[in-house]
């Protein structure tokens, strides 16, 4: 705010003492020079304090303090003309007034147009946008927006809402096949849990056609095979979101004698010797150079090179050479290096 003294209405000349002796306009929010007692602007003073710190323009030692109540209660008493008067108001305000009426009640401020830009008078705004031809509007229907001035025919509209509705539609089909998508895994995964034994994580005997149709073997070896990383990692771009892990015994035989379920995450895992990552109820690693596998519980796993282990749960552990050799284990059944009979198995969903 800064009010020049020529909007002063007073019969006499303003005193001196009434304007900022920074900005010489009427003072503003006025505060009080502790060491030399003059007024300023609260405004006019921060900005110099703001070059150079507690520095009065006046005494060169600032130190502020609260305008008198009695000089503020003659500021108060003093009539303004508004700024706008120029353009048309010739409102007279009170001291205490005037800035709201000029920020927020003044109808002759100067707006600018939306359309051309131009500086149009508050008051006048509303008519001179109703007409001015470079104002753009938005279509409440359709959404296309055009000037104002521009011909919007029915037909074009319909067929811009019929766009639209062409696109939402798309939108929605997109939705609906990712909720199809996520349902279908979902109840693939309550029928494995349920239905397919895996609900404890890890399960015994389960017959391959008991498991959905949707699901197949994605690697099938000999025990006595060298599993490397690179296997396990290639086997990811496979995978969905779960992969069952599992060993059977026979060369024609259907049946999963130890299996776990978890997420084909799995496959990327860079553990830590005995140091599984747990998924549900089952703790896995794949560790480079030593093995891969899976227990229940994180105390028995024992790698040396595979899980050796021979604490609680031994029936429930799954253990392969990565160092070179073939699997190790099949829960209790061990040493299965070089064996032909059990076969090594990870299963994913068909993609």
Known sequence: MQI??????????????????????????PVECENCQRIFCKTCIDECLK?????CPLCRH??????????????????IECENKLNGCNDILSYEFIEKHQNEQCQYKMKCCRGCQKEIIE????QHERNCGKVRIECKRCNQVYKQKQKHEQLECLINMLDISNKKSKTLEKKIEHLDQYVHELETTVNLYIIGGFASGIAHDISLSSLPSSWEIIYDFTYGH????EELRALKLRCKKQIIVGAIQGSSSTILKLAAMGPSEILLLDSPLNEPTKFGNVNWYLT????????????????????????????????????GDGGYRAGVFKDLVHDTDWRKIIMAEKQ
């Open 4 to 29: 020049p003294k020529e909007r002063i209405i007073s019969p006499n000349e303003i005193d001196d003492e009434y304007l900022c002796p920074i900005c010489f306009h009427l003072l503003w929010k």
């Open 51 to 55: 070059e150079k710190f507690d520095a």
């Open 123 to 126: 008051k006048d705004l509303y």
């Open 62 to 79: 600032y130190q502020e303090k609260r305008c008198s109540p009695m000089f503020y209660a003659l500021l108060t008493k003093l009539k």
């Open 288 to 323: 480079p150079d030593y093995s891969f596998g899976f227990a229940p519980s994180y105390s028995v796993i024992n790698c040396f090179c595979a899980d050796y282990g021979e604490k609680d749960n031994s029936e429930n552990r799954l253990s392969w050479h990565l160092s």
């Open 226 to 229: 060298v599993t490397t990383v």
